[in-house]
């Protein structure tokens, strides 16, 4: 039994909910998609919280805070810039910046593990592709990826969590009764998000493999004090706060 999180995006709070959430069911192999910083207020934090996962991949905002963000909106940009400014903070002891560092350096693109494929965008474009569940009408995107994919991937990015099946169809958590067993057949599962879900719902997101079951959980935690933080940020934009009540 694994734990699969991703795009945490220095929500500590969400991400220690989540982590005592995976202790509380004995689940000790966490994998997480990367997106371990950016948006959020506590980037430095959640890498530490991390580190001691089984795989952690590299994220389009954290391979943006070790080189120059591309591709990003203005928000976004200006959330990244400040926050390797907190992973170069001279207030930060020396060893402890540069593991932070070394350890985003050294995070792989995809895994590959008994025909399971990780990854944090997508099988053709691992760090930046978006699959959105409207793509299931994109029979030539999906044809590609499908493709590329031996039988499952397990993939974040887009921050709404849900099944893609072969068959072109996007299956929400709710309408599979949060949880999907896996017969065989190719199929992709986005695990949602952890700090910043956008499918309406505001509780942190992530998936639970027990064998050949898919289960979504949905955790509960203290969204103001996050929120409350990145208003106290002004590098950061309120309404990054402000989404994380909405899940949007």
Wanted: proline share 5%; charged share 30%; aromatic share 10%.
């Amino acid at each position: 039994m694994k734990a699969i999180i991703s795009d945490i995006h220095g929500n500590m709070e969400a991400l220690q909910a989540v982590l005592a959430d995976i202790k509380e069911q004995g689940i000790r192999e966490v994998y997480c998609l990367g997106d371990v910083v950016g948006y959020g207020p506590n980037p430095r934090e959640c890498i530490d919280l991390v580190m001691d996962s089984k795989l952690v991949l590299l994220g389009n905002h954290d391979q943006g805070a070790m080189f120059d963000p591309d591709g990003f909106n203005q928000s976004a940009e200006r959330a990244i810039f400040w926050t390797r400014g907190q992973l170069e903070s001279p207030s930060e002891p020396r060893p402890s910046r540069e593991k932070r560092w070394e350890f985003l350096s050294e995070r792989p693109r995809s895994h590959r593990e008994n025909g399971h494929l990780f990854v944090h965008g997508s099988a053709r474009n691992p760090l930046n592709e978006y699959v959105f569940p409207e793509d299931v009408y994109n029979q030539r995107k999906m044809e590609r990826i499908f493709a590329l994919v031996d039988r499952y991937c397990f993939q974040g990015h887009t921050h709404v969590p849900g099944i893609f099946t072969e068959t072109m169809q996007f299956l929400s958590p709710e309408e599979v009764d949060f949880a999907h067993k896996l017969d065989g057949r190719k199929t992709l599962c986005n695990v949602g998000s952890v700090g910043q879900p956008r499918d309406g719902n505001w509780r942190a997101c992530y998936v639970v493999l027990d064998n050949d079951v898919i289960k979504f959980r949905r955790v509960e935690y203290d969204w103001q004090k996050t929120r409350d933080k990145i208003y106290e940020i002004p590098d950061l934009d309120n309404f990054l706060g402000d989404r994380l009540g909405e899940g949007r």
